[in-house]
């Protein structure tokens, strides 16, 4: 099964390192899942300390966060008591143990050529509905402020009801749909919209 945008999310069950996890139980909240691929490797390293020094930005966002690789639990246990140790992080959020593949396979996260866990995220909606996903190459580490960014700007889209321009952040205006049908696009005319087909609102 293929994951694509606006689906809704796989359920699964698995064991993490705060332990067991039932996805559907999720329901409600904003989830970010994204994957490494591999305990004790550099660029995963790097972000798994970038991602726990910006963790309370996803909490006050109600973002729940979960690791996920094809690495044993022992594995990422072992893995994260090292990041504690020579970096002084405690890594807050759980990390699957997905040594059977079952939910990178869900997520189209595994690779079968190299045998790890290909490098995405996924940003899933109250409504467990797939707002967002995104994969790197293995060598490419993530920018956390853009997931932050997408985050917000899909939030404001929840909330607002109202897109968002190139390069938004937030307090910014946002985007009105398109008009359908030619009466309203010629009403644009009169709302002085910047184009019949695009108009700005501030919130």
């Not at 938004?168 to 309203?184: C, E, F, R």
Request: hydrophobic content about 40%; glycine content about 6%.
């Amino acid at each position: 099964m293929a994951v694509f945008l606006g689906m809704k999310a796989p359920d699964f069950t698995a064991t993490t390192t705060k332990g067991p996890l039932v996805f559907s139980s999720l329901k409600g909240k904003w989830v970010l899942l994204f994957s490494h691929p591999g305990d004790f490797t550099p660029v995963c390293t790097t972000e798994f300390l970038a991602f726990t020094e910006r963790y309370e930005d996803f909490k006050k966002l109600g973002v729940e966060l979960i690791g996920l690789s094809v690495d044993s639990v022992y594995s990422h246990i072992a893995w994260l008591r090292d990041i504690k140790e020579h970096y002084g992080v405690e890594v807050p959020f759980p990390v699957i143990a997905d040594i059977d593949k079952e939910v990178t396979k869900l997520y189209n996260l595994y690779d079968e050529k190299s045998g790890v866990t290909v490098r995405g995220v996924f940003i899933i909606d109250p409504n467990q509905v797939v707002r967002w996903m995104i994969y790197y190459p293995a060598e490419t580490g993530r920018s956390i402020e853009e997931i932050i960014r997408v985050i917000k700007a899909l939030q404001f889209n929840w909330d607002k009801k109202l897109a968002t321009p190139a390069n938004w952040k937030p307090g910014d205006p946002g985007i009105q749909s398109a008009p359908t049908t030619l009466s309203d696009s010629l009403a644009r005319d009169k709302e002085g919209a910047e184009r019949w087909y695009l108009k700005k609102v501030k919130s």
